[in-house]
Antibody, heavy 116, light 113 residues
């Protein structure tokens, strides 16, 4: 059983929107804070957003603040990332990760390509 | 944002030899409530997500071989692979998780000499 599985990536035009999902299984989802991380092609890692276990606290990197929104549905064991006003520089593999002293568990990632 | 700087960018080490990667933070990453440094190390192989090796600067994650060790305090940290194995070829990242946005070093590519 894979603990975290991302979905929703794809090809989108600049200025468009996309919603990523991350399904969790095998653990008590609402106990954990969750993070979205991305990795642009051939590049390093960037933490984008944080959401607390209850969903009451969220934080964003400046690069996505005002454009991306993180939410969660604990009843569905799911994490989401709504991405609006997408730019070419948002092209990356997007990972969800479970936060426990850093990023303890990672999904396999979903690829987002922003291009016309 | 806290800047994490790794050195070197790449290194080639003979099988069975020691590999050392350094990581410097631009400010203290001491987590006040636990008095521990909020520093993690990750290993990433091609086509895979990163895997956490070390957290709290020196605690080895479950299942991680004991040839991997972390040390350091303040703003200077080190990941050591005591005896490099072929399966350790990867890119290694340090990360601070004390202040959001949590930030990563640029990565160090480890290869076999």
């Amino acid at each position: 059983e894979v603990p975290l599985v991302e979905s929703g990536g794809g090809l989108v035009q600049p200025g468009g929107s996309l919603r990523l999902s991350c399904g969790a299984s095998g653990f008590t989802f609402n106990y954990y804070n969750m993070i979205w991380v991305r990795q642009a092609p051939g590049r390093g890692l960037e933490c984008l957003s944080y959401i607390s276990g209850s969903g009451g606290d969220t934080y964003y990197a400046d690069s996505v603040k005002g454009r991306f929104t993180v939410t969660r549905d604990n009843a569905k064991n799911s994490l989401y990332l709504q991405m609006n006003s997408l730019r070419a520089e948002d092209t990356a593999v997007y990972y969800c990760a479970r936060s426990t002293a850093g990023l303890e568990v990672w999904g396999q990632g979903t690829t987002v390509t922003v291009s016309s | 944002d806290i800047v994490m700087t790794q050195s070197p960018d790449s290194l080639a080490v003979s099988l069975g030899e020691r590999a050392t990667i350094n990581c410097r933070s631009s400010q203290s990453i001491l987590y006040s409530s636990s008095n521990r440094n909020a520093l993690a190390w990750y290993q990433q192989k091609p086509g895979q997500p990163p895997k956490r090796l070390i957290y709290w600067a020196s605690t080895r994650a479950s299942g991680v071989p004991d040839r991997f060790s972390g040390s350091g305090s303040g703003t200077e940290f080190t990941l050591t692979i005591s005896s490099l194995q072929a399966e350790d070829v990867a890119v290694y990242y340090c990360q601070q998780y004390n202040n959001f946005p949590w930030t990563f070093g640029q990565g160090t590519k480890v290869e076999i000499k």
